[in-house]
């Protein structure tokens, strides 16, 4: 049995050191990061750092990488979930309705992009340097 | 068979929970101020959308699967921080993966109950977070 492309796939391994892990954890926060973009345009703003305080972390897990995403303010938690509140810019479920949104294919759609970037070479590396961690707890209470 | 994710759970934690009484204390709504004969310790249960339905078969027009999201919010006085507490973790034990009829089940989605802080008033606030999974 033969693949195609097998020569291809595997200097291109060679040459950017990506496994299908990286390529997965890769992936992983592509999604993450669009679940932020849309994220912001629902995520209240009253003068509070709550929009600014969005992060995706890099992924963790050495075989099954997590990709955490969320806000880091203490106050986020009665915005998100108090459901009756009135805000002028963006609303209640700030993260949980687009994560919901996204839920339909989402594991087709994590696995296609993973095989794209195991197949180009893509891995958690080409993350830009200054990519948003989580926050620290010390700067939660803000 | 049609369901009423919130109308059903409201149902059941009257059945399942001495404490909490259908449109007494209990209520299929947003949170309502307490007073004119809504007591501070007063449960709210609010359908709150959730993710698309899932077909069977990609693109088919059969069964499909629905998960339907559902919060429940606890509230209490001020001098009841315990007694919230306590309810918001029996309800939360109550409901997961509970057996009510029209689901294949029900899930919470926080390990424990989510403390808000205070209200206006000082009453204390708690949410659970379900889905009900159901075929339709």
């Known amino acids: 049995m033969s693949v195609t492309g097998d020569k291809e796939i595997l200097q291109n391994l060679k040459r950017a050191g990506v496994g299908?892990?990286?390529?997965?954890?890769?992936?992983?926060?592509?999604?993450?990061?669009?679940?932020?973009?849309?994220?912001?345009?629902?995520?209240?703003?009253?003068?509070?750092?709550?929009?600014?305080?969005?992060?995706?972390?890099?992924?963790?897990?050495?075989?099954?990488?997590?990709?955490?995403?969320?806000?880091?303010?203490?106050y986020a938690l009665p915005v998100h979930e108090v459901l009756d509140a009135f805000h002028p810019v963006g609303g209640p479920r700030f993260i949980s309705s687009v994560v919901d949104e996204r839920r339909a294919g989402y594991v087709k759609r994590i696995s296609d992009w993973a095989w794209d970037f195991f197949r180009r070479g893509v891995g958690v590396a080409t993350i830009p340097k200054l990519a948003p961690e989580k926050p620290s707890s010390e700067s939660e209470g803000v | 068979m049609a369901t009423d994710p919130d109308g059903d759970l409201v149902t059941y934690l009257a059945a399942n929970i001495a404490a909490l009484t259908a449109n007494v204390n209990l209520f299929a709504s947003k949170r309502q101020a307490a007073g004119d004969g809504i007591p501070h310790l007063a449960v709210f249960v609010l359908a709150t959308g959730g993710p698309g339905p899932e077909a069977y078969v990609e693109g088919g027009s059969g069964d499909e699967r629905r998960y339907s999201a559902v919060q429940v919010m606890s509230r209490s006085a001020p001098d009841e921080y315990n007694a919230s507490k306590t309810l918001a973790r029996l309800i939360l034990n109550t409901l997961h993966?509970?057996?009510?009829?029209?689901y294949l089940d029900v899930r919470v989605l926080e390990t424990e109950p989510n403390y808000l802080g205070e209200d206006d008033s000082g009453d204390h606030l708690w949410t659970s977070n379900f889905e009900l999974f159901h075929e339709e």
Do not use: C, F, Q
């Open chain 1, 20 to 74: 299908i892990v990286d390529a997965l954890g890769a992936a992983l926060m592509k999604e993450g990061y669009a679940v932020w973009a849309e994220g912001a345009k629902r995520t209240p703003v009253d003068g509070g750092i709550l929009i600014r305080s969005w992060y995706v972390a890099p992924p963790t897990g050495a075989r099954n990488p997590e990709v955490e995403l969320g806000v880091g303010t203490k």
């Open chain 2, 97 to 102: 993966h509970a057996t009510i009829t029209g």
